[in-house]
């Protein structure tokens, strides 16, 4: 009778090299750091923010994934959802760490996460997975310190001035 280890070994170096393989050979598509989102104006209590729109379902997949540029503090990324739900972000191939902000369709703040650190691994997904607790249609991802720059509290509301 064959060992199990005899087995598990070939199979263990085999997952290794695809692995490897899987990282060199990404597709341009995922790692280009040039897709330009388009631009939106939104306004939350009574300051006016210059944001990227991600509305379609490529772009909120891609959203901030493998991008080394830092959001200003003055600026984010919007996600637009078609309806309210719980959305999960999952900051795996972010850079550096976001303020996370979910409205809901009246643009009510629904749950906000501060500082929210990036997955160090793949295999950290529940310790940089972050969900909002109420059903929400918009969620703003900004540079670590948005927040409280812009005293973001949870009773402040998003209004869409050009999206």
């Known amino acids: 009778m064959v060992k199990k280890i005899t087995l598990l070994i070939p199979v263990i170096i085999s997952a290794f090299i695809i692995g490897i393989l899987g990282i060199v050979f990404i597709p341009s598509d995922i790692t280009n750091k040039d897709i330009d989102f388009s631009k939106g104006t939104i306004k939350i209590d009574e300051e006016l923010l210059t944001v990227e729109i991600a509305d379609t379902d490529f772009d909120r997949q891609r959203w901030l994934t493998f991008r080394d540029e830092k959001l200003s503090l003055d600026s984010g990324l919007l996600l ?52 909002n607790t109420k059903p929400a249609k918009f969620v703003l991802a900004g540079m670590s310190g948005f927040i409280q720059y812009h005293n973001i509290t949870g009773t402040s509301k998003l209004e869409m001035i050009s999206v």
């Open 80 to 131: 637009i959802y078609d309806k309210p739900s719980l959305y999960a972000m999952w900051l795996l191939n972010i850079r550096y760490p976001l303020d996370l902000i979910w409205f809901d369709q009246d643009g009510n703040v629904v749950y906000t996460k501060k500082n929210a650190q990036p997955c160090d691994t793949i295999l950290d997904s529940s310790e940089c997975t972050f969900k």
